[in-house]
């Protein structure tokens, strides 16, 4: 006879502090509470280890688009980055690394998914509650899950219908063979033209299905040496120099951003670096976007343009119709057979979405499902008006286009912590947001958000429905 499962009891615990995320921002938010003497406080996290998004992709090639040295804690350097963009097992291994030196993971409670969150406006405090019943009483609680862990799905006729193989690329199955396979390959964003390139040497055949093109430009895939690596370790202030070197040149980036002309004017470079990558100049035409550069996400890649001068490579633009058991229909009616499907779809990255069967209740009536119905509003992307003594990293936005979310974290970090020591001196029972400050930050977000590439009239992840930028 198999061994019976002992039952779960559920549990009722009081702590000051809540973060909900192992992740980097999760991560950063205990290390920062210890350093500020603050101990009492618990780490929720849905998986059985920490990472957030590098825990979960793993797909071939996957690797991070920010350079290494500023994809990092500042307080946290690492000498050793084996390359200019790490992949994401380095990544990974530096995170747990990182969680073990802080010595983090006793305040980790795995496997603990929370499905919901209510303030209690007479005692001020929160109540979270766990998938397995949990209760965590707390003072302040941080939602650090990040935008980018709830993989979306398409909406296809005929996928549940599908004989062959189909996975998202956030759940790559490394048990499935793709040698010899006709794969289909859907989606052109950030995930697929890592992984397109690494797997079309031992596919029979791949198709790749693009929606809307991307702007791609060349990435530096130059490898640190081990005289670089030895510097850096003996003389940290060159190592730190060199972070700040990447932090200026990035930023630099921002001004094609603010000035839509200019980043028109560089994009002919890049319209330049397809025609010398792709050799079919139909299938180059098909690749070239027809919105400016840096309207949605732009994308850094020596492999995918390359890729499709290869003979088992095929770009297929026509929409998809259906699937059916054995390959996908496109809108011209060609069937395009099938092994395996990839989903390389990305994520829910509307809270609204992602969030929609969390139960979040504030004050006086207040639930996020209905303050958020006709948008996502925040103040400073760190809090929300009728949610007291709530924080989130990466909230709304307080995303970035051309530089590294790492830095963004940080400062949000700082500016929570700075609330609740605010709180504390005042021996206020919470900390909340008048409506008026956080409609007046969301007006001035918006208007600042006017003449810049992402209103130049593409559609992306960065916007909700009606077209509203929520994201950066």
């Known amino acids: 006879m198999g061994q019976q499962k002992t039952p ?3 549990s009722i615990k009081k702590t000051e502090v809540v973060i909900v995320g192992a ?5 950063c938010m205990a290390i920062k509470l210890k350093e500020a003497g603050i101990h009492d406080f618990v780490v929720l996290e849905k998986a059985d280890d920490v990472g957030g998004t590098w825990r979960d992709n793993t797909y071939p090639g996957c690797a991070c688009d920010v350079q290494s ?9 690492k000498p050793d980055w084996s390359k200019r963009y790490t992949p994401w097992y380095e990544i990974q291994d530096y995170i747990r690394n990182t969680t073990d030196k802080y010595q983090i993971r006793p305040h980790i409670r795995f496997n603990q998914e929370v499905i919901a969150a209510e303030f209690d406006e007479d005692r001020a405090r929160w109540t979270l509650t766990t998938e397995t019943g949990d209760k965590f009483d707390c003072h302040h609680w941080v939602l650090a899950s990040g935008p980018l862990h709830v993989p979306q799905y398409p909406d296809i006729p005929g996928l549940d219908g599908f004989k062959g193989k189909v996975f998202h690329s956030a759940r790559w199955d490394h048990d499935y063979d793709l040698k010899g396979k006709e794969v289909v390959s859907i989606g052109t964003g950030g995930s697929a033209i890592q992984y397109c390139p690494e797997i079309a040497p031992e596919v029979e055949h791949l198709t790749v299905m693009q929606r809307s093109p991307a702007w791609i430009i060349p990435r530096d895939e130059r490898s640190y040496n081990g005289l670089e690596k030895t510097v850096f370790k003996r003389v940290p202030a060159l190592r730190k120099l060199h972070r700040a070197r990447l932090y200026w040149s990035n930023e630099s980036r921002v001004w094609p951003i603010f000035n839509p002309a200019l980043a028109r004017s560089l994009q002919h ?20 976007p027809d919105y400016t550069i840096g309207c949605k996400r732009v994308l850094i890649s020596n492999k995918f343009y390359p890729m499709f001068n290869r003979k088992n490579v095929s770009l297929v633009t026509e929409s998809i119709d259906r699937i059916t058991p054995n390959g996908i229909v496109t809108s011209d009616g060609v069937e395009h057979p099938a092994d395996c499907i990839i989903l390389g779809t990305g994520f829910q990255v509307d809270p609204r979405l992602y969030m929609k069967d969390f139960t979040l209740k504030g004050r006086k009536g207040h639930t996020l499902g209905k303050d958020w119905k006709d948008g996502v509003e925040g103040y400073m992307g760190t809090m929300v008006s009728g949610y007291p003594n709530m924080y989130q990293l990466v909230g709304p936005n307080a995303g970035l286009g051309h530089n590294s979310i790492i830095f963004m974290i940080e400062a949000q970090v700082d500016y929570i912590l700075k609330c609740m020591e605010n709180a504390r001196l005042r021996y206020a029972d919470y900390l909340d947001v008048k409506p008026e400050a956080q409609q007046r930050f969301n007006e001035n977000a918006q208007k600042a958000l006017d003449g810049t590439v992402w209103a130049t009239g593409c559609t992306s992840w960065y916007q909700q429905a009606d077209g509203k930028n929520f994201a950066v």
């Open 8 to 10: 779960h009891t559920p």
């Open 69 to 77: 040295h500023l994809y990092s804690y500042s307080f946290e350097g």
């Open 269 to 288: 470079l890049t319209k330049l670096f397809i025609r010398l990558q792709v050799r079919d100049r139909d299938t180059a035409r098909k690749l070239t």
């Open 23 to 27: 992740g980097f921002g999760g991560l």
